[in-house]
């Protein structure tokens, strides 16, 4: 695709139930971040892929939380048994590698009910 | 270490005036900084970079100064327009770890 896609655009769950969210990089780029983004609020880390190499999951708040990166392409970001606090925009990014533009997707809007 | 610090968290500037938002950071290991631009319901989107061997960088209306030594650096908007109107979030990497973001500013340009 011409850009970073996320999975579903929008989604409302009840509390306590598990949700996933897809992100679908841009073909080529080694590096993938998750990051979440309260309302009005500035872009809070979560983890980062870089590669073959390590994720960084220093940002992950949970042990809710908790996301792989299959074939080196795709990312799932998963939270179990979600909170009403969980409720932020999620964004995806990714780029060729270090220092390198960082493109994101338009965020999946989690709503926890 | 990992924080930069971002100000002011709103602007209001009249069009054709100068907005200019700071930023300070503590980790003398990043050595990359970005500028995002985020309109309502989108993602950001890069802006403007800069690497700390050049002390100002500007493209079009828009400047980042950057000064090493007081591990401070800055957007300059010229000329704002009301498009500019949107949410700007500097950013500081050190290619080890993901981009770390300030808090976001605010910016309302009244025409």
């Known amino acids: 695709g011409a850009g970073v896609s996320q999975s579903p655009s929008n989604k409302v769950t009840e509390k306590g139930k598990d949700v996933e969210l897809r992100c679908d990089p841009i073909s080529g780029h080694t590096a993938l971040y998750w990051y979440r983004q309260s309302l009005g609020q500035g872009l809070e880390f979560l983890i980062y892929?870089?590669?073959?190499?390590?994720?960084?999951k220093s940002g992950l708040p949970s042990d809710r939380f908790s996301a792989e990166r299959t074939g080196g392409s795709v990312s799932t970001l998963t939270i179990q048994r979600t909170q009403q606090e969980d409720s932020a925009v999620y964004l995806c990014?990714?780029?060729?590698?270090?220092?390198?533009?960082?493109?994101f997707g338009q965020g999946t809007r989690l709503t926890v009910v | 270490q990992q924080q930069v610090k971002q100000s002011p968290q709103s602007l209001i500037v009249q069009k054709g005036g100068i907005s200019i938002i700071n930023c300070a950071y503590e980790n003398t290991a990043f050595d990359y900084f970005p500028w995002y631009q985020q309109f309502p319901g989108k993602g950001p989107a890069l802006l403007i970079a800069i690497r700390p061997d050049v002390s100002e960088k500007k493209e079009g209306r828009f400047t980042i100064s950057f000064n090493k030594s007081a591990k401070q650096f800055s957007l300059h908007i010229m000329d704002s327009q009301p498009g500019d109107s949107a949410t700007y979030f500097c950013a500081a990497y050190t290619g080890r770890r993901a981009l770390t973001f300030g808090s976001g500013t605010r910016l309302q340009v009244q025409p």
């Open positions: 892929f870089q590669g073959n190499s390590a994720p960084d």
């Open positions: 990014a990714s780029s060729l590698g270090a220092t390198a533009e960082a493109f």
